[in-house]
């Protein structure tokens, strides 16, 4: 099985300042895809965004960006100008090209604090 | 909109009832998941199907079965619930090909009494 670890239980940061959640995996797969989820308070789980492995170029969406480590297999998600609707969990991800093996992390509980 | 759907937002059972939890997606996606999600231990994967009639185990099958009889249903079932169960249950789906991508229902937060 792929593992995906988290290690940052929680993490705050001040209102309109960057934050940058770690996530590290193991796959020993060529082909994959990884993920960041966001879970709102008693919310549904939504896509924040997502690096295909083969491509070099980090994912960027509006305000948030990845740092991704191929070869360390690290895959790191910075927030820019946090918002107070930021506030959730978040969860990073990995999925096989097959589509069928699909891990995630533990965790990280992020709060914006104005 | 893509959607993922699940029978129940919240259920309450209990110890000995059995259990059936129902994920629906109209995406016509091959692949199907359910997770289990508590606090410090993040998503755990109890089932997934690739196909209809085929599933696997994902690293907590025990205490839980499934079923997949048509494409777009994945049920989950507690054959005999107990306490060790309540859960927030969470069902995803994602394609078998291309650049496939998870969809996830809203969840079910099940207590077992």
């Known amino acids: 099985a792929q593992t995906v670890t988290q290690s940052q239980p929680e993490m705050s940061v001040q209102e309109a300042e960057t934050v940058t959640l770690s996530c590290t995996y193991d796959t020993s797969e060529n082909n994959y895809y990884l993920f960041w989820y966001k879970q709102p308070p008693s919310r549904q789980m939504i896509l924040v965004i997502r690096q295909e492995a083969y491509k070099q170029q980090n994912a960027t969406e509006n305000r948030f960006s990845v740092n991704f480590q191929k070869a360390a297999k690290s895959f790191s998600l910075k927030i820019s100008d946090s918002q107070l609707g930021d506030t959730a969990m978040y969860f990073c991800?990995?999925?096989?090209?097959?589509?069928?093996?699909?891990?995630f992390g533990t965790g990280t509980s992020l709060t914006v604090i104005p | 909109d893509v959607k993922v759907t699940q029978s129940s937002r919240y259920l309450v059972k209990r110890t000995g009832e059995k259990v059936f939890l129902e994920c629906v997606q109209d995406m016509d996606h091959e692949n199907m998941f359910w997770y289990r999600q508590d606090p410090g231990l993040g998503l755990r994967l109890i089932y997934f199907?690739?196909?209809?009639?085929?599933?696997e185990k994902g690293d907590i099958p025990e205490g839980y079965s499934v079923s997949r009889e048509k494409k777009e249903r994945f049920s989950l079932i507690l054959e005999s619930a107990s306490t060790n169960q309540t859960s927030m249950y969470l069902c995803?789906?994602?394609?078998?090909?291309?650049?496939?991508?998870?969809?996830f229902g809203p969840g079910t937060r099940l207590t077992v009494l």
């Open positions: 995803a789906s994602s394609r078998g090909s291309g650049a496939p991508m998870g969809f």
């Open positions: 199907s690739y196909d209809v009639k085929m599933k």
């Open positions: 991800a990995v999925l096989m090209n097959t589509g069928n093996q699909f891990y």
